[in-house]
């Protein structure tokens, strides 16, 4: 399983995480609670396993063999996954509760949402779970947490807080759900509301899932999490609604239609109002215009940025993917432009397979 680590997020770290002391105050649903069936629901949710080629575009940061879980959700065969678990894997297999291991394909992956359909390639005997709606969740709300093995690996939890989530990885969601206590196997996990409805698929472990907390965190991360360890760990789930707008698209041809975003292929770091680029990858566009680790992002086009939101709504407000974007950055004490011609992130992944 892949170690990842984000300036806002963390992927999948497989069970660390068991030790953190909101999971110990954690209860497991129980039927006799809910006015839906738990065991349908939670039946719902497999087992996930994933290969990946050592020459694959996101090998190197995600990892060649990952873990976690999906939800079916059609008649036909089809789960909802977070897209990392399967991006780029020439194996997948999946394993319902009672079930054999059975294998499955990767049918469509959208990047600007995190999440990624497959398709079984047997038949399932497990019931699809009806999708619901994020909309009405709101701070406060339970829910459950629930990935593969039941009510006995499934959580009690409660919805900490509703923003916008950015990712260094040129990432960044609307409304995205903020759940606390912490749940360790939260990777394409399912969030169920009151009504036994899917409204999220589990995305990452977030250290400010409260939204009063995110301040604290910036000013002083190690003393503040020592202090709160309750308060600061959750996960973050990707709203359900995303998923309705690209769904037959995913299904009919892989990804959404329209423009594609522009995308530059680097890593940015958000600290005390300073964007730092923490890597580049390997022949995307940023490596190819020669921006190094270390820069510091002052500007985009001239307009001065300071924050991740800033910095994409501004870059993907600029045009297409294939748009050249002038970035202004300070390197070494000295001030310098560099631009950048942009690429479709998809594009990219393509070119990576042919080699």
Not at 14 to 42: R, T, V, W
Request: with cysteine.
């Amino acid at each position: 399983m892949s170690n990842i680590k984000r300036t806002n997020g963390h992927r999948p770290t497989g069970l660390l995480h068991l030790l953190d002391p909101s999971l110990k105050l954690a209860s497991h649903p129980k039927q006799e609670d809910l006015d839906f069936n738990l065991y349908d629901a939670l039946d719902a949710v497999v087992h996930l396993t994933a290969e990946i080629p050592d020459d694959a575009f996101s090998a190197q940061t995600l990892g060649k063999e990952r873990e976690g879980n999906a939800v079916l959700i059609s008649e036909d065969g089809l789960l909802l996954t977070i897209g990392y678990l399967v991006v780029d894997a020439h194996s997948i297999i999946i394993r319902a509760h009672g079930e054999k291991p059975i294998a499955a394909e990767l049918i469509g992956y959208n990047h600007e949402t995190g999440m990624a359909i497959i398709h079984a390639l047997e038949k399932l005997s497990i019931k699809p779970i009806e999708l619901g709606s994020s909309e009405d969740l709101e701070e406060d709300m339970s829910v459950i947490i629930a990935p593969y093995g039941g009510e006995h690996h499934s959580i009690n939890a409660t919805v900490a807080s509703r923003r916008e989530f950015t990712g260094s990885w040129e990432y960044m969601i609307d409304n995205a759900i903020f759940t606390v206590p912490i749940h360790p196997n939260w990777s394409g996990a399912a969030l169920i509301n009151n009504e036994g409805k899917l409204c999220g698929i589990g995305s990452l472990w977030v250290n400010d899932a409260k939204k009063s907390d995110i301040n604290q965190l910036q000013d002083n991360a190690d003393e503040f999490l020592k202090d709160n360890p309750k308060n600061s760990s959750g996960n973050m789930f990707v709203p359900i609604d995303l998923l309705e707008p690209i769904y037959d698209d995913l299904v009919s041809f892989g990804v959404a239609s329209g423009e594609q975003r522009p995308w530059l292929g680097m890593y940015t770091s958000e600290i005390k109002n300073q964007l730092f680029v923490s890597g580049v990858i390997p022949g995307a566009p940023a490596d190819l215009a020669e921006i190094e680790p270390g820069d510091i992002v002052v500007a985009i086009n001239g307009h001065k940025v300071t924050t991740l939101s800033d910095m994409y709504k501004l870059i993907w407000s600029l045009g297409a993917a294939g748009i050249k974007i002038m970035l202004n950055l300070y390197r070494d004490s000295d001030d310098i432009d560099i631009m950048v011609k942009s690429d479709s992130r998809y594009n990219f992944m393509e070119k990576r397979k042919k080699h």
